[in-house]
């Protein structure tokens, strides 16, 4: 047998204005998707357990078999395993976003999608300030990519009852009242992100970015923290060899910790110019050597956080063509049997520009998969369906194991 899995990040939504009160699932054309569920089923599965957030972490996860109750080791953790950062228990992790703030409210999550350049000298920066400051002891920082970047505490202090939050979840609204807080060492983290607000204020790569007319980077925001945690690996659990195409550290990071390998895709990156095409090419290719292949693509959800319907619509019909058909016609070159699953992670709203924990759509096909609703896949077809997996990380075993 051979399993694919496509996950058109946060491409689940509401019906939106834009779309003449349609879902971009509704309005978009996305013939191969829509010939998983018309073959075989479409549900809903819930991605998010109680007492966690909706985000790409806990989500892929456990839509990747994983209960997040038992392995979920915190975001941070996670990209710095796509990183190959050196991590010891006991070490806290977390992620350090380049945001934008203006008139004191939290605009951008990923400061105009800054370039990895401009980015690491930021973060170098500001490393060096802190530490001169006397608040850096025992920090690494380690620059990713564009936005996203890393530090690792090695010095001993501990976060347990520390809350952060993500800055995506809250666009629009105050960032001091989402500063991190709890625990001996939170006043710790609020001072280098009120650190990074002066250093950043007049630095010479925000003039640039201002008179380019683009969004600055006003400060560095601490989240997502977590120590590092042993996962047993997803061969061990389900006897397949697997790999993932991502342009994302997260789920890099992810498929790192379950023993899946990363095939690197020249021209792909998070966003609407990432190339779809040759995310198909490389996923088929795959399919030849691996039991399992996953292709994640983030372009979906990164236009939510942005507003832009416009752009959600156009990356998933880009993703059905590019990578959904032509992975379709791969498999169905296979004798020995095959199992395709598409789904969205998780919602995530154009409208207010957040992810939603409600139980995201899938649809799935191939052999010993039964089609029982004959309609096109939707959010409301899936929630019309009789499947509803109401614990997220057992949808990998009925993908793999139902009917057969």
């Avoid at 996953?294 to 956080?305: G, I, K, L, R």
């Avoid at 057992?394 to 793999?400: A, I, Q």
């Amino acid at each position: 047998m051979k399993y694919a899995i496509i996950i058109p990040d946060g491409a689940a939504d509401y019906p939106l204005e834009a779309l003449d009160g349609k879902t971009p699932f509704e309005a978009a054309e996305k013939p191969n998707i829509d010939t998983i569920s018309l073959e075989g089923r479409q549900g809903t599965v819930a991605t998010t357990p109680e007492g966690y957030s909706a985000g790409s972490d806990v989500c892929s996860m456990s839509l990747l078999g994983y209960d997040p109750n038992r392995y979920h080791p915190g975001r941070a953790p996670l990209e710095a395993a796509a990183m190959g950062l050196d991590m010891k228990p006991g070490e806290w992790v977390f992620r350090c976003n380049l945001v934008t703030v203006i008139d004191g409210n939290m605009m951008d999550h990923s400061a105009g999608h800054i370039s990895s350049g401009e980015g690491r000298k930021l973060l170098e920066d500001f490393a060096a300030a802190a530490d001169e400051a006397g608040l850096a002891e025992g920090m690494h920082f380690y620059p990713g990519v564009s936005y996203r970047n890393i530090m690792i505490d090695r010095s001993g202090r501990e976060y347990g009852e520390l809350n952060s939050v993500p800055p995506h979840d809250v666009p629009g609204e105050p960032w001091t009242r989402h500063l991190p807080r709890g625990g001996a060492n939170a006043e710790r983290i609020v001072k280098l992100i009120e650190l990074s607000e002066k250093l950043f204020a007049d630095h010479e790569i925000n003039i640039a970015r201002r008179e380019n007319g683009e969004s600055p980077a006003t400060h560095v925001w601490l989240w997502g923290q977590g120590t590092p945690r042993q996962i047993e690996s997803f061969q061990s659990r389900f006897g397949l060899r697997g790999a993932m195409i991502t342009a994302v550290d997260l789920l890099a990071g992810i498929a790192s910790l379950i023993g899946w390998d990363r095939l690197e895709v020249p021209g792909i990156t998070g966003y609407h110019d990432t190339d779809y095409a040759a995310k198909g090419r490389y996923a088929c290719d795959a399919l030849d050597e691996y039991d399992i292949v996953c292709v994640h693509v983030e372009a979906p959800d990164e236009a939510s956080h942005q507003a832009d319907a416009k752009t959600k619509l156009a990356s998933i019909e880009a993703i059905d063509e590019h990578v959904v058909g032509p992975v379709m016609d791969k498999l169905r070159s296979y004798d020995g049997g095959w199992r395709v699953l598409c789904l969205p992670d998780h919602y995530t709203c154009v409208e207010t520009r957040k992810h939603d924990a409600t139980p995201p759509p899938f649809c799935m096909a191939g052999t010993g998969v039964r089609a029982v609703l004959h309609d096109r896949f939707t959010e409301a077809n899936s929630m019309a369906s009789d499947l509803h997996i109401h614990e997220g990380h057992l949808l990998m075993e009925y993908f793999l194991r139902s009917g057969l």
